[in-house]
T-cell receptor
Framework: AQSVTQLGSHVSVSEGALVLLRCNYS??????LFWYVQYPNQGLQLLLK??????LVKGINGFEAEFKKSETSFHLTKPSAHMSDAAEYFC???????????FGAGTRLTVKP | NAGVTQTPKFQVLKTGQSMTLQCAQD?????MYWYRQDPGMGLRLIYY???????DKGEVPNGYNVSRLNKREFSLRLESAAPSQTSVYFC?????????????FGQGTRLTVV
């Protein structure tokens, strides 16, 4: 089965700094990849998804992620962090045709003023 | 537009008690899902329902049962709660397969089994 590994359970950045959240996947077939965000006491919300079209995917709130097959990575970035970006971020992978989507353990992002 | 609504938001159970977590969506989605979220483990799929009248096991189904009552509602039942079932439970829905379409999540139910 496919799986994802998120490097770093906690990431702290200053407001205005680059945000980089790392995700590596394992899949025996071309993967579908997702980033979800969870704000405190809320459910998850889709940030962006990769479905084999463009390798650079743009999402909501200024986030983007690049699919790199050679590195089996799908890292999430944002050029300039905002206080409102503080949340937990989950990477997820699926094979695209059934309901077996696997989530990573999550990365909690803290933004310092 | 309520989206996905879960009840209750919080629950404390004693070991061996039973309870049903309720979930309803108003987006006319075919697919509905139940996940549990545990620290350091992300979300794990318990059961899903690809359409009204069908249910299938996910990654961690043991100790749970589900019912797809109609297109809107998908309930999760714990027949005999165990401390290992202490978790945050999320219901989600989607227009198609969770694997390639967006999932919409409820706000979660925080369950503690003592």
């Amino acid at each position: 089965a496919q799986s994802v590994t998120q490097l770093g359970s906690h990431v702290s950045v200053s407001e205005g700094a680059l945000v980089l959240l790392r995700c590596n996947y394992s899949s025996s077939v071309p993967p579908y990849l997702f980033w979800y965000v969870q704000y405190p006491n809320q459910g998850l919300q889709l940030l962006l998804k990769y479905t084999s079209a463009a390798t650079l995917v743009k999402g909501i709130n200024g986030f983007e992620a690049e699919f790199k097959k050679s590195e089996t990575s799908f890292h999430l970035t944002k050029p300039s962090a905002h206080m409102s970006d503080a949340a937990e971020y989950f990477c997820a992978v699926s094979d695209g045709w059934n309901n077996d989507m696997r989530f990573g353990a999550g990365t909690r992002l803290t933004v310092k003023p | 537009n309520a989206g996905v609504t879960q009840t209750p938001k919080f629950q404390v159970l004693k070991t061996g008690q039973s309870m049903t977590l309720q979930c309803a969506q108003d987006m006319n989605h075919n697919s509905m899902y139940w996940y549990r979220q545990d620290p350091g483990m992300g979300l794990r799929l318990i059961y899903y329902s690809a359409s009204e009248g069908t249910t299938d096991k996910g990654e961690v189904p043991n100790g749970y049962n589900v019912s797809r009552l109609n297109k809107r509602e998908f309930s999760l039942r714990l027949e005999s709660a165990a401390p290992s079932q202490t978790s945050v439970y999320f219901c989600a829905s989607g227009s198609g397969s969770l694997s390639n379409t967006e999932a919409f999540f409820g706000q979660g139910t925080r369950l503690t089994v003592v």
